[in-house]
């Protein structure tokens, strides 16, 4: 910090945690663009809302206005502008506890002042796609045609469902789910192990070296351990592994290489197994070397 000058910034940032401190004042753990993570004071926000508004709700996205003092750790918040609330859709447990994934994750994985855009930009996409699981099912309706060809852009099926003559099948709550929850959260955890180079290669038996995925083998199934590194084959699993089916991985390399919003859009997503969800926030939590709390209301339902 220069020596004797205060320092205004002014950038976008994600709001990840608050706590009272002093009488009035809250502390506020930021994640800016600009400057990684970032810990400061918002003077009075226990009793004066006017200058944050809801702007202080964690998982807002903000342009935040603080200052940086000599000689003092914490900044000084100035004034937020909220460009994006998770209060403008609604909020049930699920979607609160997916919401609070993300920035708990944040909050423990990312060093302060470490700038990470790409991180940023992927927490910004994981907390806007999470919803809650009533918005979904009330949005999606899966058309029931005769026709084999499930074709986005199919001209029978961009017809209303009660004009084909077919029935409207509403997606399973399996389905909804998925879209509005877990395929988020399982994309979230897997590219922050990614991001971090924390994600084991599951190509290979970390053991043996064998080609895990080679199509001759019998059983694709790779091992994991929540206390050991790399995937293993059945025959070197070790004590307390679990299993990662070969269509979970198969998910993984299809999750590496599809923009979120493509995955959520295709008619048919998947219904993702448990296994993968486990497997990516274990991976999480083994290198954060803490069990994560909202995981825990995650997995309660
Ligand atoms: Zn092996």
New binding site residues.
């Given amino acids: 910090m220069a020596e004797g000058r205060q320092i205004p910034h002014h950038g976008e940032a994600i709001v990840l945690r608050t706590w009272p401190f002093h009488e009035a004042d809250l502390l506020v753990s930021l994640f800016t663009r600009e400057h990684g993570k970032v810990k400061g004071t918002a003077r009075h926000a226990m009793k004066s809302r006017k200058r944050f508004g809801g702007a202080l709700e964690p998982a807002t996205h903000v342009r935040a206005h603080y200052t940086e003092r000599p000689h003092q750790e914490l900044v000084r918040l100035d004034q937020f502008e909220i460009l994006w609330s998770p209060l403008t859709a609604p909020v049930d447990t699920l979607r609160l506890a997916a919401l609070q994934l993300v920035t708990e994750v944040l909050e423990e994985a990312m060093p302060d002042q470490a700038t990470d855009d790409n991180i940023f930009r992927l927490a910004l996409t994981v907390l806007t796609s999470i919803q809650s699981t009533a918005s979904v099912a009330a949005s999606t309706v899966i058309p029931s045609t005769g026709c084999p060809i499930f074709d986005p852009g199919c001209a029978i099926h961009t017809l209303a469902p009660e004009r084909m003559g077919g029935e409207a099948q509403a997606a399973s709550p399996a389905q909804t789910l998925t879209q509005s929850i877990y395929l988020p959260i399982t994309y979230f955890c897997l590219w922050m192990n990614r991001l971090m180079g924390w994600m084991p290669a599951l190509g290979h038996?970390a053991?043996?070296g064998?080609h895990l995925s080679d199509p001759t083998l019998r059983d694709q199934t790779v091992y994991w351990s929540p206390t050991a590194d790399g995937v293993?084959?059945r025959?070197?699993r070790r004590p307390q592994s679990r299993a990662l089916s070969a269509a979970s991985v198969t998910e993984v390399h299809r999750i590496f290489r599809t923009p979120l919003a493509d995955l959520l859009a295709e008619s048919r997503s998947p219904v993702h197994s448990a296994d993968l969800r486990i497997f990516a926030i274990a991976t999480l939590e083994r290198h954060l070397e803490r069990r994560l709390r909202s995981a825990t209301a995650l997995f309660a339902h």
């Fill in positions: 038996c053991a043996c064998l293993t084959c025959d070197d």
